[in-house]
C-alpha cells in the first residue's frame, strides 16, 4: 500500500468528457444498451480502477437489497461484476454506522470514504476488494433512492475535490434521466393495471410485423364474458385481481413470437405470427384454461369464460395496400366474430376468414 494519492484529472478534461459520455445514454433502444460505454468514458477519463452501479431492488426502515447491475473495470481482476455475492445482497441495517449510510443514501448525499478511515460493515468490503478510496453518489429518481454510481480506486488512494465530485455528480443526474425517459416509454406503451402493451403499442407492433411479412399473422380479439357481474358482485377492487389474474394465465400462455394487449376494460388482443387454424389451436387452449382456473379473490372462487374473434392476416393479392390498411381490415374481421361469439351465447370462437 502507499500513501502517495493519485492524480485527478483537470476539469478541462473532466467536464467534456461526461458531455461526450452523455451520448451513450440516449441510446435508441434505452439508456441500459449504451451505460457500458458510459461507465468505460467515465472510467477511462478519472483513472479510477472500477466504476459500478447497484440497484436497489427491496428496502424498509432497517434493510435495503440490492442488485450489482453495470461495471467498468481497468482489468478483470478488479472486476465483481460476476460475483454472487453482490446479486441480491442484503443489507442489515442494525448498528449506527450503517444507519448513517443506510440514511445518507436515502437523502441522496454523496459520500467519500478512505480505507484508513471507514469501520465495520464497508472496512470489511474494502479489505475484501482491495478498494483503498470510494466515492459514492445516490441516484435519485423522482426524489426516491434508486441506487448508486460509485467509483473504486484500488492501487492507490485519492482525494476527491470539489469540482471532480461536480462533474461525476452531472454524471448521476444524466442517468437519472435515462431512468426517467425509460419510465415514460414504458407508459406510453404499456397499461399500469395488467402491464400488457396497450392498444396504441400494438397497432404499432403489428404494423412493424407487417412491414416485415404483409400475410403472416392472426389477429385474436378477446372479451371476458359477464364482466361488469363480476364488478356488480364482488367490487371494483375484485374486478381489478381478476383482470390482473387474467392477463398474468393468458401471458403465461402465449407462444413465442405472440403479442398480447389490454385494449381497455375487459377487452384484450392477441397478435399470433401464424395462420388461422393453427391459431384456433393455441386460442382453444387459452378458452379452456381460462375455464379450468377461476380466480379466487378473498377465498371465494370467481369462474371465468371468454369469448374470442379470429380473423388471419390477407392482402387479397392487393400488393399497393398499406400496412394501417391491412390492420384496419383484420381487425374488422376479427371484431365482427367476436360479436358474433357473443350473440351466439359467449364462451366460444369465432373465426372469420
Known amino acids: ?14 467536464f467534456p468528457a461526461v458531455s461526450r459520455a452523455a451520448k451513450s445514454l440516449m441510446h435508441h433502444r434505452g439508456w441500459r444498451y449504451g451505460i457500458a460505454d458510459f461507465l468505460e468514458a467515465l472510467g477511462t477519463t478519472t483513472g479510477t480502477n472500477r466504476v459500478w452501479m ?10 435495503y437489497v440490492t442488485n450489482f447491475v453495470f461495471e467498468w473495470a481497468d482489468r478483470p481482476e478488479s472486476s465483481n461484476i460476476n460475483d454472487n455475492r453482490y446479486i441480491g445482497k442484503r443489507v442489515d441495517v442494525d448498528n449506527p454506522d450503517l444507519r448513517a449510510l443506510y440514511q ?16 465495520g460493515f464497508l472496512k470489511h468490503e474494502f479489505e475484501v476488494q482491495g478498494i483503498h478510496s470510494m466515492l ?15 467509483f ?8 476527491y475535490p ?30 399500469h393495471l395488467t402491464g ?14 407487417l412491414e416485415r411479412n404483409p400475410q403472416s399473422g392472426t389477429l385474436v380479439i378477446i372479451d371476458l364474458d359477464w364482466f361488469k357481474n363480476v364488478n356488480d358482485r364482488y367490487g371494483h377492487q375484485a374486478g381489478d385481481e381478476v383482470l390482473k389474474a387474467f392477463s398474468n394465465r393468458m401471458r403465461d400462455r402465449v407462444p413465442d413470437g405472440g403479442i398480447l394487449a389490454r385494449f381497455g376494460g375487459e377487452e384484450f388482443a392477441l397478435w399470433l405470427p401464424t395462420n388461422g387454424p393453427k391459431a384456433r ?13 377461476p380466480v379466487v379473490w378473498r377465498e371465494q372462487s370467481i369462474a371465468l369464460t371468454a369469448s374470442f374473434g379470429i380473423s388471419e392476416m390477407r392482402d387479397h393479392g392487393n400488393e399497393s395496400i398499406d400496412t394501417q390498411t391491412l390492420f384496419e381490415n383484420v381487425f374488422k374481421r376479427a371484431d365482427d366474430a367476436l360479436f358474433q361469439a357473443k350473440r351466439e351465447g359467449r364462451n366460444r370462437i369465432i373465426y372469420k376468414e
Request: hydrophobic share 40%; with cysteine; glycine share 6%.
Open 281 to 293: 389451436l393455441i386460442v382453444e387452449d387459452l378458452r379452456n384454461a381460462i375455464l379450468a382456473h
Open 162 to 191: 470539489g469540482s471532480y465530485v461536480a462533474a461525476l455528480e452531472i454524471a448521476a443526474v444524466l442517468i437519472t434521466n435515462g431512468i426517467l425517459r425509460e419510465r415514460l416509454e414504458w407508459e406510453v406503451r404499456h397499461d
Open 152 to 159: 473504486d480506486d484500488c492501487d492507490a488512494p485519492r482525494d
Open 54 to 63: 447497484f440497484e436497489v431492488i427491496d428496502q424498509g426502515p432497517d434493510y
Open 104 to 119: 445518507a443514501r436515502l437523502n441522496g448525499q454523496v459520500q467519500i470514504h478512505q480505507r484508513t478511515e471507514v469501520g
Open 1 to 14: 500500500m502507499t500513501d502517495c494519492y493519485k492524480p485527478n484529472p483537470p476539469d478541462t478534461e473532466l
Open 196 to 209: 400488457l402493451l396497450n392498444r396504441r403499442a400494438l397497432i404499432w407492433e403489428i404494423e412493424e410485423a
Open 136 to 150: 459514492t453518489i445516490p441516484i435519485m429518481v423522482e426524489g426516491q433512492w434508486w441506487g448508486i454510481l460509485g
